[in-house]
Antibody
Framework: QVQLQESGPGLVKPSETLSLTCTVSGGSISNFYWSWIRQPPGKGLEWIGYVSYSGTSYNPSLESRVTMSLGMSQNQFSLRLSSVTAADTAVYYC????????????????WGQGTLVTVSS | DIQMTQFPSSLSASVGDRVTITCRASQSISTNLNWYQHKPGKAPKFLIYAASNLRGGVPSRFSGSGSGTDFTLTISTLQPEDFATYYCQQSYSTLIFTFGPGTKIDIK
């Protein structure tokens, strides 16, 4: 059974870069796309983008600040979001996309439990 | 972007009730519509894909229907573990996947 766990700093200063890692257990990251999704306090879910060995695709509204990558030696993938502001405060989730290794399907299962990242000085 | 709306935004129900949630897309998305269940502090759970297909292990009291712009999620007989927030999500536009704002079901 595939399980995902997010990790990273819970507090980031404005204008700095948010960095999170998702560790995948119970399966390989090789054959899927892997997504990051966030939920600001009191707001809805926002898809940030996804990554696989075939490439990446990002939400156009965040594309200029987002970088996603796969771990080289471990079953991990990561998110970097630069120049953060208070608007980036959110619970960040990682999730597996159930599509093929060549394109994402937009069907997310499973998800991690999420990690709260607060942007504040 | 394809905008998703849901209604109601919240509802109060009792165990044993039949509950229906509506999701609407701003343009036709065929049947590229998924449903998730989310409980506080937990990982969201994938319930239904392609509008009406239950993910393996999801109880049969959950069902989905619809196509084009209008979709519904129905829980035939509400159980205590079903009190949660439910989100619809379109997977038609692969440029950007978007979610509805959620419908929270709480205990009456």
């Amino acid at each position: 059974q595939v399980q995902l766990q997010e990790s990273g700093p819970g507090l980031v200063k404005p204008s700095e870069t948010l960095s999170l890692t998702c560790t995948v257990s119970g399966g390989s990251i090789s054959n899927f796309y892997w997504s990051w999704i966030r939920q600001p306090p009191g707001k809805g879910l926002e898809w940030i983008g996804y990554v696989s060995y075939s490439g990446t695709s990002y939400n156009p509204s965040l594309e200029s600040r987002v970088t996603m990558s796969l771990g080289m030696s471990q079953n991990q993938f990561s998110l970097r979001l630069s120049s953060v502001t208070a608007a980036d405060t959110a619970v960040y989730y990682c999730a597996r996309d159930l599509g093929t290794p060549y394109y994402g399907s937009g069907e997310f299962d499973p998800w991690g439990q999420g990690t709260l990242v607060t942007v504040s000085s | 972007d394809i905008q998703m709306t849901q209604f109601p935004s919240s509802l109060s129900a009792s165990v044993g009730d039949r509950v229906t949630i509506t999701c609407r897309a701003s343009q036709s998305i065929s049947t590229n519509l998924n449903w998730y269940q989310h409980k506080p502090g937990k990982a969201p759970k994938f319930l239904i894909y392609a509008a009406s297909n239950l993910r393996g292990g999801v109880p049969s009291r959950f069902s989905g229907s619809g196509s084009g712009t209008d979709f519904t999620l129905t829980i035939s007989t509400l159980q205590p573990e079903d009190f949660a927030t439910y989100y619809c999500q379109q997977s038609y536009s692969t440029l950007i996947f978007t979610f509805g704002p959620g419908t929270k079901i709480d205990i009456k």
